[in-house]
């Protein structure tokens, strides 16, 4: 029997999406959504958060498309200029260079985030003694303000700092991490990865702790080795996870600020590490072309839009919810 | 948010708490029981200050409001010590004009121009912000400032008496003042007199060129006690640190006076900031900047000289530096330095204009600018208070005065920050963070894109 039909069978597995969501839906059994009657309520509970994204969300998205066909300067009243501002984007090499860099790092942040945290979360799934200290130790980065942490990122990659100290241990000459044009945005990702962990940690910790051990045992039987557990078992039932927080993490990297405005600005080493997001913020509020900036947020908007619908798109082929 | 290098101004008279507090115990205002508030004398120096601008007409100076009572809001970016210093500021104008209620707010420099732009989109700006000598024409010229010029004629207000170059960056293209400034900082050369005395060598003074520069620079470079210890640091994020005055030194300019012509791309302008380049590469007598910053290497006590701004002087004692000034070492072109005031400006939409204005004139009067010239951070613009307190308040401050008679005003014109970031983006990555191009190759590569942002 393979591990796959075995998935699909067990109503136990849907335990394995973890947390009280799960627990909810097997009371309900068949019903994926609320019953008859209790959509009133959801409606009601949910109407803050509904009021606050019509009022503050979609009112102004809806606003700056139309200012994206406009010259404002947030002061005098905007000039009707088409799609001028799209056109001029596609020409303007700050903003093409803000899109590479925004891709770049996508590219390498999301994968290199959910692979790290993936072993981090098992190799903290374990009954040892002072696990729960270590895991709140790996849960720290998660409630530390950003700029604490560019500051502190900020002295270990200085010339004198500690990455170059434990270089020189080992021989290897000192780098400018941040400084050399070529070096400051894979700096920023690392640290921007390291940021971001505990909050991927901690989903595929709980995936991973509902997993049920009868399936380990099950394939050990098999004569299963470490790997084939790990390949067979534990990646199949944690897709749901992984899904979720993939399409998290990609979302997140297409609209990365905090540590490019912090890392970045004092001192920026010329422009090499600007993204998108950085892009807007700079045009709209510094210089005055909110037209501009709001045209750039629709580009960006369309590129996750385009990437999201991928995304999900894929869920049948790899993500195992039963 | 955090934001290093703009310090600066946005650090300008922040940072200082204890000095402020062991400064300006002497001469503070205090404010008076009496009906009539008065100022309690100076202690040092500022007595013939208030006796000094003797003025017919009492609408000229401070405390005469006969307006309407109000409440206006004043905003100023910095921290909670400027807020502190601000607010006392604030407390004294207001016993010299009990009727008029002023709220002080503050932000840091980046989420400052944040708030003032949304607010000033939304018509709900503060009555009276702080303003910086670059950016004034960006909102100038968008009418979004009170035209101060009628209520300068009205009150017979003397703007002689405010220093000539600061009243200048704020006189619009119309002739008129939209605001006024408030302090200067100006730019020499600090020096650490022990590493000097350590080394028997004579401590820097006027006669002093960029050879000379280079040359002591490089006898101060050395090792002490495993660490090294720099000839020169400065900051080279920010053309106003030094660059600037390099390029003037040389004989070229950034922009012309219409402020449409671009000049940095000449080869004098490119001697300048080539000469910069050497003191970090060639005569390798000055730390390789790095983003994020070094830290002030000479307040730490770890570079010999220092080409910066006066706003440096309280950290710079609290740091305990046993420090003199000179003026900025010569160039080929003779000598130069950088001058930028920050103005206080009036919300066109204010619903209290008189008592805005009254704030405004107040500020750069003689009581209000001896306590900006106890802060030390910047230099009072009111002349008599320059030359009499400040000038005197500290070993140095002359020369910081005097460096207003070459001073060049900070360039400043509409859409100034889009051109300096892509002007500073290029000068960064290639010729201070890096050398991988001469200062003339990075500046002929950034040309074209600084024209096209000057045609706008």
Same mark, same amino acid.
């Given at each position: 029997?393979?591990?796959?039909?075995?998935?699909?069978?067990?109503?136990?597995?849907?335990?394995?999406?973890?947390?009280?969501?799960?627990?909810?839906?097997?009371?309900?059994?068949?019903?994926?959504g609320p019953?008859?009657g209790e959509w009133r309520w959801a409606l009601l509970f949910l109407a803050p958060t509904l009021i606050g994204l019509a009022v503050l969300s979609a009112g102004p998205i809806i606003a700056t498309l139309g200012l994206s066909l406009t010259?404002w300067?947030m002061?005098?009243?905007p000039?009707?200029?088409?799609?001028?501002?799209?056109?001029?984007?596609?020409?303007?090499?700050?903003?093409?260079? @803000?899109?590479?860099?925004?891709?770049?790092?996508?590219?390498?942040?999301?994968?290199?985030?959910?692979?790290?945290?993936?072993?981090?979360?098992?190799?903290?799934?374990?009954?040892?003694?002072?696990?729960?200290?270590?895991?709140?130790?790996?849960?720290?980065?998660?409630?530390?303000?950003?700029?604490?942490?560019?500051?502190?990122?900020?002295?270990?990659?200085?010339?004198?700092?500690?990455?170059?100290?434990?270089?020189?241990?080992?021989?290897?000459?000192?780098?400018?991490?941040?400084?050399?044009?070529?070096? @400051?945005?894979?700096?920023?990702?690392?640290?921007?990865?390291?940021?971001?962990?505990?909050?991927?940690?901690?989903?595929?910790?709980?995936?991973?702790?509902?997993?049920?051990?009868?399936?380990?045992?099950?394939?050990?039987?098999?004569?299963?080795?470490?790997?084939?557990?790990?390949?067979?078992?534990?990646?199949?039932?944690?897709?749901?996870?992984?899904?979720?927080?993939?399409i998290l993490?990609?979302i997140g990297?297409f609209q990365?600020f905090?540590?490019?405005?912090?890392? @970045?600005?004092?001192?920026?080493?010329?422009?090499?590490?600007?993204?998108?997001v950085?892009?807007i913020y700079?045009?709209g509020f510094?210089?005055?072309?909110m037209g501009?900036a709001s045209a750039a947020s629709w580009i960006l908007f369309l590129i996750v839009a385009?990437?999201t619908i991928?995304?999900f798109?894929?869920?049948?082929?790899?993500?195992?919810?039963? | 948010?955090?934001?290093?290098?703009?310090?600066?101004?946005?650090?300008?008279?922040?940072?200082?708490?204890?000095?402020?507090?062991?400064?300006?115990?002497?001469?503070?205002?205090?404010?008076?029981?009496?009906?009539?508030?008065? =100022?309690?004398?100076?202690?040092?120096?500022?007595?013939?200050?208030?006796?000094?601008?003797?003025? =017919?007409?009492?609408?000229?100076?401070?405390?005469?409001?006969?307006?309407?009572?109000?409440?206006?809001?004043?905003?100023?970016?910095?921290?909670?010590?400027?807020?502190?210093?601000?607010?006392?500021?604030?407390?004294?104008?207001?016993?010299?004009?009990?009727?008029?209620?002023?709220?002080?707010?503050?932000?840091?420099?980046?989420?400052?121009?944040d708030?003032?732009?949304t607010s000033?989109a939304g018509g709900n700006?503060?009555?009276?912000?702080?303003?910086?000598?670059?950016?004034?024409?960006?909102?100038?010229?968008? !009418?979004?400032?009170?035209?101060?010029?009628?209520?300068?004629?009205?009150?017979?207000?003397?703007?002689?008496?405010?220093? !000539?170059?600061?009243?200048?960056?704020?006189?619009?293209?119309?002739?008129?003042?939209?605001?006024?400034?408030?302090?200067?900082?100006?730019?020499?050369?600090?020096?650490?007199?022990? /590493?000097?005395?350590?080394?028997?060598?004579?401590?820097?003074?006027? #006669?002093?060129?960029?050879?000379?520069?280079?040359?002591?620079?490089?006898?101060?470079?050395?090792?002490?006690? $495993?660490? #090294?210890?720099?000839?020169?640091?400065?900051?080279?994020?920010?053309?106003?640190?030094?660059?600037?005055?390099?390029?003037?030194?040389?004989?070229?300019?950034?922009? $012309?006076?219409?402020?449409?012509?671009? =000049?940095?791309?000449?080869?004098?302008?490119?001697?300048?900031?080539?000469?910069?380049?050497?003191?970090?590469?060639?005569?390798?007598? /000055?730390?390789?900047?790095?983003?994020? $910053?070094?830290?002030?290497?000479?307040?730490?006590?770890?570079?010999?000289?220092?080409?910066?701004?006066?706003?440096?002087?309280?950290?710079?004692?609290?740091?305990?530096?046993?420090?003199?000034?000179?003026? =900025?070492?010569? $160039?080929?072109?003779?000598?130069?330095?950088?001058? !930028?005031?920050?103005?206080?400006?009036?919300?066109?939409?204010?619903?209290?204009?008189?008592?805005?204005?009254?704030?405004?004139?107040?500020?750069?009067?003689?009581?209000?600018?001896?306590?900006?010239?106890?802060?030390?951070?910047?230099?009072?613009?009111?002349?008599?208070?320059?030359? !009499?307190?400040?000038?005197?308040?500290?070993?140095?401050?002359?020369?910081?005065?005097?460096?207003?008679?070459?001073?060049?005003?900070?360039?400043?014109?509409?859409?100034?920050?889009?051109?300096?970031?892509?002007?500073?983006?290029?000068?960064?990555?290639?010729?201070?963070?890096?050398?991988?191009?001469?200062?003339?190759?990075?500046?002929?590569?950034?040309?074209?894109?600084?024209?096209?942002?000057?045609?706008?």
């Open positions: 029997m393979s591990i796959f039909s075995l998935a699909r069978t067990g109503s136990v597995l849907r335990r394995a999406r973890g947390g009280a969501s799960a627990s909810a839906l097997e009371r309900t059994g068949r019903h994926r019953r008859d010259s300067d002061l005098e009243p000039t009707f200029v088409g799609i001028d501002n799209y056109t001029n984007l596609l020409g303007d090499a700050r903003f093409l260079t @803000a899109l590479r860099n925004t891709f770049f790092y996508t590219a390498v942040s999301v994968p290199l985030g959910l692979i790290l945290a993936l072993g981090l979360a098992m190799a903290v799934n374990q009954r040892i003694r002072g696990i729960s200290w270590i895991r709140t130790m790996y849960f720290l980065p998660l409630v530390t303000s950003s700029t604490a942490i560019a500051i502190v990122w900020l002295w270990m990659y200085s010339p004198t700092g500690l990455f170059n100290n434990l270089g020189s241990v080992f021989g290897m000459s000192p780098q400018r991490w941040i400084a050399n044009p070529t070096l @400051a945005l894979p700096s920023i990702i690392v640290m921007s990865t390291w940021q971001g962990l505990p909050a991927n940690v901690i989903i595929f910790l709980a995936g991973l702790q509902g997993i049920p051990s009868e399936y380990y045992d099950a394939v050990s039987v098999d004569g299963a080795g470490r790997f084939a557990r790990f390949r067979y078992v534990t990646v199949p039932l944690l897709t749901p996870s992984i899904f979720f927080t993939g993490a990609l990297a990365v905090d540590q490019i405005y912090v890392m @970045a600005n004092p001192g920026k080493p010329g422009g090499a590490t600007i993204t998108l950085y892009f700079e045009t510094r210089n005055f072309h501009l385009v990437f991928i995304y798109r894929t869920q049948n082929r790899w993500v195992h919810y039963q | 948010m955090f934001r290093v290098s703009r310090v600066k101004r946005a650090m300008s008279l922040a940072a200082i708490a204890t000095v402020f507090a062991a400064g300006c115990g002497s001469t503070a205002v205090t404010p008076s029981p009496s009906p009539t508030p008065v =100022l309690t004398a100076p202690a040092t120096g500022a007595s013939q200050v208030a006796a000094a601008s003797p003025t =017919l007409n009492p609408a000229a100076s401070c405390g005469h409001y006969t307006g309407p009572a109000a409440t206006i809001s004043y905003a100023i970016w910095g921290d909670t010590t400027e807020l502190a210093n601000q607010q006392k500021i604030v407390d004294a104008f207001m016993s010299m004009n009990p009727t008029i209620k002023v709220n002080v707010t503050v932000a840091d420099w980046d989420t400052y121009w708030k003032l732009q000033l700006a503060p009555d009276v912000f702080l303003m910086d000598g670059p950016l004034y024409p960006d909102y100038q010229t968008r !009418n979004q400032l009170l035209d101060l010029t009628p209520l300068i004629t009205r009150d017979g207000f003397d703007t002689s008496q405010l220093a !000539n170059l600061g009243v200048q960056d704020f006189t619009a293209s119309d002739g008129h003042l939209y605001g006024l400034p408030r302090d200067l900082s100006t730019i020499a050369l600090f020096y650490n007199k022990k /590493m000097f005395d350590a080394a028997g060598i004579s401590y820097p003074d006027a #006669t002093w060129n960029w050879d000379k520069l280079a040359q002591v620079a490089g006898q101060l470079t050395k090792q002490v006690n $495993g660490q #090294t210890q720099w000839g020169f640091y400065t900051e080279t994020t920010d053309m106003e640190n030094y660059w600037s005055e390099l390029v003037w030194q040389a004989g070229g300019d950034i922009v $012309g006076a219409d402020k449409k012509t671009l =000049l940095i791309d000449s080869d004098k302008a490119a001697q300048g900031i080539q000469f910069l380049q050497d003191l970090i590469y060639k005569d390798k007598v /000055m730390a390789q900047p790095t983003p994020g $910053g070094t830290g002030d290497l000479f307040e730490n006590g770890q570079a010999a000289m220092e080409a910066d701004g006066s706003w440096l002087v309280p950290s710079h004692i609290a740091a305990g530096i046993d420090f003199g000034v000179a003026p =900025l070492p010569s $160039g080929p072109a003779g000598q130069a330095t950088s001058v !930028n005031p920050s103005g206080v400006v009036v919300y066109k939409g204010t619903k209290s204009p008189d008592a805005a204005w009254e704030f405004v004139k107040c500020y750069t009067g003689p009581q209000m600018q001896q306590m900006v010239a106890n802060l030390k951070a910047s230099m009072p613009v009111n002349k008599d208070v320059l030359a !009499n307190v400040y000038a005197k308040s500290f070993d140095g401050a002359q020369t910081f005065a005097d460096a207003l008679a070459y001073a060049h005003l900070k360039p400043s014109f509409r859409g100034y920050n889009e051109f300096t970031t892509a002007l500073q983006d290029e000068l960064d990555s290639n010729v201070f963070n890096d050398n991988s191009k001469t200062a003339k190759a990075a500046l002929d590569e950034v040309a074209p894109q600084l024209t096209k942002l000057l045609g706008q």
